[in-house]
């Protein structure tokens, strides 16, 4: 069975700094992961995902995430975070046996402060 | 990228009557497409695969009567929540996925917030 597991619940930065939001996975197969962020009463908007290739992908808003197979991770980061970054970002994973669900971490709270 | 989009976007029903979200895959052709459900601060959980053409399949614990899952062409969906209670307020999402022509990215629509009064 697919899992993902965002240990953060909170993650808390000031504007500039460089962000870190966490994500590990566990699939059968070759992963296809996946970054989502949600804001208030809205739906999810895409950010990125690794497929195949490159490890290191770039998403939208200058965010960028690490696949790393060892250690079955998928940070996400950004150099810079902004106020407007804050919000409720998602990992999610499915495998790569066609048309699959995926499936969500709990969700990660990023809140930038000024 | 591609859009999803989900109608109504805010519904408030009374208890015991029906209530109908529509997912449409605007510019592109979607075989399946699957519906969350979410509850306040908590992540999303899947509750059926939409397939056009063909019976939803649904997650263990969904009341497949209680959750109509229609998906009659390549690009709508439709949820059913038949006799609403209070306890089916929620958010529902949908979501859908091009294909490989797209990277196999999945888009989400913008969800319905669902109140049973």
């Known amino acids: 069975a697919q899992s993902v597991a965002q240990p953060e619940d909170q993650v808390n930065v000031a504007e500039g700094n460089p962000l870190t939001v966490k994500c590990t996975y566990s699939v059968s197969g070759n992963p296809y992961l996946f970054w989502y962020v949600q804001y208030p009463n809205r739906g999810l908007q895409f950010l990125l995902k690794?497929?195949?290739?490159?490890?290191l992908v770039k998403g939208s808003y200058g965010f960028e995430a690490e696949f790393n197979k060892s250690q079955t991770s998928f940070h996400l980061k950004k150099p810079s975070a902004l106020v407007s970054d804050s919000a409720l970002y998602f990992c999610a994973v499915r495998d790569d046996r066609g048309n699959t669900p995926l499936v969500f971490g709990k969700g990660t709270r990023l809140s930038v402060i000024a | 990228g591609a859009v999803v989009s989900q109608h109504p976007s805010w519904v408030i029903c009374k208890s015991g009557t029906s209530v109908k979200i529509e997912c449409r895959s605007l510019d592109f052709q979607a075989t399946t497409m699957f519906w969350y459900r979410q509850f306040p601060k908590q992540s999303l959980m899947l509750m059926a695969t939409?397939?056009?053409?063909?019976?939803?399949?649904?997650e263990q614990g969904v009341e497949k009567d209680k959750f109509l899952i229609n998906h009659a062409s390549l690009t709508l969906s439709t949820l059913t929540v038949t006799s609403a209670h209070p306890e089916d307020s929620s958010f529902y999402i949908c979501?859908?996925?091009?294909?490989?022509?797209?990277?196999?990215?999945?888009?989400f629509g913008e969800g319905s917030w669902l109140t049973v009064v």
């Open positions: 939409s397939n056009e053409g063909s019976k939803a399949t649904y």
């Open positions: 979501s859908a996925s091009p294909g490989a022509s797209a990277g196999n990215t999945i888009y």
């Open positions: 690794y497929i195949t290739g490159d490890n």
